[in-house]
């Protein structure tokens, strides 16, 4: 074969590749109506893109933030029914806002080439801040709850320890490994993530799109380290894959490293503890688990809820030794098949009993609309 031949051929199988992705995405779109989309710009010039969900009558003053996880987008929480815990909140009476962190979704970097130089430290001093600010200015509420899972966890809890905490009424932690004491394959699985990731970004997205049609059929290996692959149904876990997965940043990666490496929660300079802040934050805090997560341990939970210095904080573990149908894992207590009866509820009614009611208008008020 020449050289002319093989190129058209390469060119062929690539056309070919693309098509294929295309129409696997198409196929397992998201169905439901998408939230309105909302751009916030952070102090260093990134475009966050913030998906803000309306509720058909609002009941709560404080608005409900959403932060996804590590490799994820706001897809995390704005998922298809009934797997949308935005979706939950929204029909609650809550404002709701979920956020793309910079390098993720639709969130864009003043430069292209720019995209993925950050770390967990600008998620925390720019994005975090950044998204509190707009909900409150869009709502006129003086404090909001901010709910996120695993990284946007992590992200909720350094900035409730910092400067902008007290306009945070309360924080819910699912799946958060604010301690690393990981071994064996968890160690592995993030030193290979941060080899492929050399030296802008392990770019899996169109992977993930690739072998979404044969999840369900094929489990593939190290499944179990980020969730318990018989607790989501094979038609979720195509989709999940195909919407929710993006990219993840080398620099990211990198200061996630330092974590994994030293059991360390803290800045990129090593100068800030951010574990070390929780023992001050008096805000209230619910905080969830698997009993099957291996990121998130069980007594990581536990001992991330010893942390705290609040007296209204409340740890919940999901698993059959405490009456639910399946053992949890990390990305379960989200997309699990029976999440949203066994977990949504008890996350929702927390952040209800402890929102302010809209108030009623009075006679008057209403006499003068009418």
Request: proline fraction near 6%.
């Amino acid at each position: 074969m020449d050289l002319g031949r093989a190129l058209v051929t390469v060119a062929l199988l690539l056309v070919g590749l693309a098509a294929y992705l295309v129409a696997v995405r198409a196929h397992y779109r998201l169905r439901s109506p998408r939230p309105e989309l909302e751009w916030v710009q952070s102090p260093d010039g990134t475009l966050l893109a913030v998906h803000h969900r309306r509720p058909a009558v609002r009941r709560f003053v404080e608005p409900v933030l959403l932060c996804h996880g590590l490799a994820a987008n706001y897809v995390n929480f704005d998922f298809d029914p009934p797997h949308s815990l935005a979706h939950v909140f929204a029909a609650a009476g809550f404002e709701v806002f979920s956020l793309d962190f910079r390098g993720a979704g639709a969130s864009r970097a003043p430069r292209i080439w720019e995209r993925f130089l950050y770390d967990a430290d600008d998620l925390i001093d720019q994005d975090g801040p950044a998204l509190l600010a707009h909900a409150l200015e869009r709502t006129g509420a003086p404090r909001a709850f901010l709910v996120g899972h695993s990284l946007g966890a992590l992200v909720g809890y350094a900035v409730l320890g910092g400067p902008h905490g007290g306009r945070i009424g309360g924080l819910c932690a699912l799946g958060a490994p604010v301690f690393f004491r990981h071994t064996g394959w968890v160690l592995r699985l993030a030193r290979l993530a941060l080899w492929l990731a050399w030296p802008i970004a392990f770019r899996q997205r169109w992977l993930s799109i690739g072998v979404a049609p044969f999840l369900g059929r094929v489990t593939l290996p190290l499944t179990e380290v980020l969730l318990n692959p018989k607790a989501i149904a094979p038609k979720v876990l195509r989709k999940m894959n195909c919407n929710l997965v993006s990219s993840m940043g080398y620099r990211l990666l990198r200061q996630l490293d330092d974590w994994g490496r030293n059991d360390a929660f803290r800045s990129r300079d090593r100068k800030v503890d951010y574990r070390e802040r929780l023992r001050a934050v008096t805000t209230p805090a619910l905080v969830l688990g698997g009993s099957q997560d291996v990121l998130a341990t069980p007594q990581a939970v536990l001992g991330q809820a010893e942390l705290l210095a609040s007296q209204d904080k409340t740890v919940m573990l999901f698993g059959r030794e405490n009456g639910d149908t399946l053992d949890y894992g990390h990305g379960d207590l989200l997309f699990g098949e029976h999440a949203p009866v066994e977990v949504y509820p008890r996350i929702v009614r927390w952040v209800s009993d402890r929102a302010s009611l809209v108030p009623e208008p009075s006679p008057r008020e209403v006499s003068a609309a009418g």
